[in-house]
Structure formats: structure tokens, C-alpha cells
């Protein structure tokens, strides 16, 4: 079983990882969607996010896009990103899980965290 996390606004993926209003955790078995689970997104906060999507247990993130701190943070914690994502979130969910999805864009310089850039 993976575990894909979506940065949602209902059930759309968000533009922005930090920014959106829902992670929608989708649980995949053989390609295919077995459970979905919505997580209230607790308030943008540089460096934390990631933290959240690594204690639900996500196995990847999709999202519009990200600053490049969560994404550094996210390749520390052995989590792939995939941006450049969007239309509806089980969609792009389905589309990972089925090796059909991949990263498209750049990330963006918009946050950083104090405790990523001196430790």
C-alpha cells in the first residue's frame, strides 16, 4: 500500500503546497484508490508542513508548487514531490500511483526556515 498525499482546495489539487486548504490522503493498493482521508491544513508555517505530511505517513506529495526549503525538506526525509500537478486530486493521485505523474516546473524561493538554514 502507498499513502499520496494531495495538497487539496476541495477536491482540486492547490497551487501552492504551504498555501492549500486540505491534504488529501489517498491510499493506493495495485494502482488503485482503497481509502481517502482529508486532513485540515493547521496554517502555513514554513518547515512544518512537511513534518505533518511525514507523520501521516505519505509516501509522496503532489502539489501545484512548493518553496524550495519544504522541498529540500521533503528530499531529507526521503518523501518524493511532485509539482506542477493540478485538476482534480484523486486524478493526480491515480495518476502517481500508476507512474503516470512526474514533476513539471520550478520551485519557488517565496519561504524559508531559520532552523533548515542553520542546521
Not at 505530511?53 to 526549503?69: E, P, S
Not at 525538506?73 to 518524493?80: D, G, S, Y
Request: net charge negative; with cysteine; hydrophobic share 40%.
Amino acid at each position: 500500500m502507498k499513502r499520496i498525499a494531495v495538497a487539496a482546495e476541495k477536491d482540486v489539487v492547490s497551487s501552492h503546497f504551504g498555501l492549500c486548504e486540505d491534504f488529501l490522503i489517498f491510499n493506493t493498493e495495485e494502482g488503485k484508490i482503497c481509502k481517502i482521508e482529508r486532513v485540515a491544513n493547521p496554517g502555513h508555517k514554513p518547515c512544518e508542513l512537511p513534518e505533518l505530511i511525514h507523520d501521516l505517513h505519505a509516501d509522496a506529495i503532489i502539489t501545484g508548487n512548493m518553496g524550495k526549503t519544504a522541498a529540500s525538506r521533503f528530499t531529507l526525509m526521503h518523501i518524493p514531490y511532485v509539482i506542477g500537478a493540478s485538476g482534480e486530486a484523486r486524478a493526480a493521485a491515480l495518476a502517481y500511483a500508476n507512474g503516470k505523474l512526474k514533476s513539471d516546473g520550478d520551485l519557488c524561493d517565496a519561504w524559508s526556515c531559520e532552523f533548515f538554514d542553520h542546521h
